[in-house]
Structure formats: structure tokens, C-alpha cells
């Protein structure tokens, strides 16, 4: 065997494994998807009532961890001040790639916050929530399981024992019983295909960046997709009303704990 069949030989069985090694590298460490619930009525604009992110580690040595951002949460929104975030996805012109609220400011004010890459966004209304449920089958929590119209009472209930911190808590519940469907690839593929044509709801995914986090995943973890437990928290904080400079009024506010934030982001998003 001469020289240049070796030579051959030794770039076709190295050359994969370089691609491989390059791909594992380049990917993000997690890959974040914004998951955003539009109080969207009509033609309205609208306000992101629910506010999440989903957050899969490359590594199975970290969590894979879903956040909630409380919608009251006093924070600097570009080119508005301080503000509710939910008030986010109102202000300024729609992108092209969302005709339900402003997903690049939200996108932009979240990442701001939790000093994180958003990968990827996912939204939907009031309306197309409960299509979602109903497309996955219905939904699982500790209290029994619900159809659509019943699962969107319930993530929409504030005004019950635990307020909020309740009504954030199932919505966190509700989307792990939906993951939980989507293994199925059938009832995956009907939930994103119902996310591309439905007027109610956007998904915007670099499927490029997706797969190639995906195969370094696969990598890490050594042939085993599984995200494992999924822990669930929220951003801390406490609830105070504070004068509102854009609305000339107080308002509550959900005062963010910096201190705590920090900790949760170092445990969970890191």
C-alpha cells in the first residue's frame, strides 16, 4: 500500500470524526427556547400572559430546566425603561416572523435578563393552547387530567388560593405533561405542523443550529436523547406598587431578587 492510499484512507476515517468534533464544539452549551402565551383577543395587540424558558443542556451533568418569568416582573425593556415585562410584547412594530405580539423585544429583554442566547421561540394564544392539548391528547397533573378548554381555566386562574405562584406552577406542570406527549413523533409532528399554519400561533426554530445542537447532544450523552427530569422554578422576587413613569400611575411590580436570580441562573441556565 503506497503512500497516497494511506494518505486516502487515513482522511476518510478522520475526517468524520473531525466534522463530529467540530460540530460537538460549536454547539451552545443549552439551547433556550422563549415560550410565550399571548393574551391576544381579536385583533388586538397583545400581552405575553404566560412567559417561560425551556432550557436543554448539551450536558447530561446539568438539568434540563423550564423557568418562568412572571409577567409583572420590573425590568429595562430597549427602548422603553422599566417596565412589566409582559408589556414587552406590545410596544413597537410586529416582525415579520410573529403576527401575534413583538417576539424580537421580548426575545431581546429576556436575554438581557438572564444574560442567555434565546435559540429558539415558540407562541401561541388562548385559542391555540387548548388546539395544542387537544392535539396531544390532554394533559396530566397531580390534580387529574384536562382537556383543552379545562387545561386553559386553569392556567389562566389567578384569583384562587396561591394566586399567581399557583397558576404559574400548573402552566409549568401543563407543558411537562405536554413534552411528555411529544415523544411521540406523530403527535410531535402534528403539534409543529399546527405551530407553522395556525394563525394563532408562531414557532420560529434554526432548524441548522437545532440539529447540530441535537447531534452534539446525542454526542454528550452517548446515544441517549432522554432530557431527563425537567426542574421547574421561577424568577424571585416580591410583588410591590411602584409609580409607573410610561403610565403616569402605580403599578404593581413584581420586584425582581437579584441575589436570587443569580443563583437560580447559576443552578439552572448555566
Do not use: C
Amino acid at each position: 500500500m503506497n503512500i497516497i492510499t494511506k494518505t486516502i484512507i487515513l482522511v476518510i476515517v478522520i475526517s468524520p470524526l473531525l466534522l463530529l468534533s467540530l460540530i460537538y464544539l460549536l454547539a451552545p452549551n443549552r439551547y433556550n427556547i422563549l415560550i410565550v402565551g399571548s393574551d391576544q383577543r381579536g385583533e388586538e395587540r397583545a400581552r405575553s400572559d404566560v412567559l417561560m424558558v425551556f432550557s436543554i443542556p448539551k450536558s447530561p451533568a446539568k438539568p434540563t430546566s423550564l423557568i418562568t418569568i412572571p409577567r409583572d416582573s420590573r425590568v429595562d425593556i430597549p427602548g422603553h425603561g422599566m417596565d412589566k415585562i409582559t408589556h414587552a410584547y406590545v410596544y413597537g412594530d410586529l416582525s415579520e416572523s410573529s403576527q401575534i405580539g413583538n417576539i424580537d423585544l421580548t426575545e431581546q429583554t429576556v436575554e438581557n435578563l438572564l444574560d442567555i442566547k434565546i435559540h429558539g421561540t415558540v407562541e401561541f394564544t388562548f385559542e391555540s393552547f387548548k388546539e395544542i392539548v387537544d392535539l396531544v391528547g390532554g394533559v396530566w397533573t397531580e390534580d387529574g387530567q384536562y382537556d383543552g378548554e379545562k387545561a386553559l381555566a386553569m392556567v389562566r386562574d389567578r384569583y384562587r388560593a396561591g394566586g399567581d405562584f399557583a397558576r404559574t406552577a400548573d402552566q409549568r406542570d401543563v407543558f411537562k405533561s405536554i413534552l411528555t406527549k411529544l415523544k411521540n413523533k406523530d403527535t410531535a409532528l402534528s403539534v409543529y405542523n399546527h405551530l407553522q399554519q395556525s394563525n394563532k400561533a408562531e414557532i420560529n426554530i434554526d432548524t441548522t443550529k437545532a440539529g447540530m445542537f441535537g447531534v452534539a447532544t446525542y454526542i454528550r450523552r452517548f446515544g441517549r436523547l432522554s432530557l431527563g427530569e425537567i426542574k421547574t422554578d421561577f424568577i424571585p422576587g416580591q410583588g410591590d406598587t411602584i409609580y409607573a413613569e410610561n403610565f403616569g400611575q402605580n403599578l404593581y411590580f413584581w420586584v425582581i431578587d437579584e441575589g436570587g436570580k443569580e443563583k437560580l441562573i447559576e443552578e439552572l441556565l448555566q
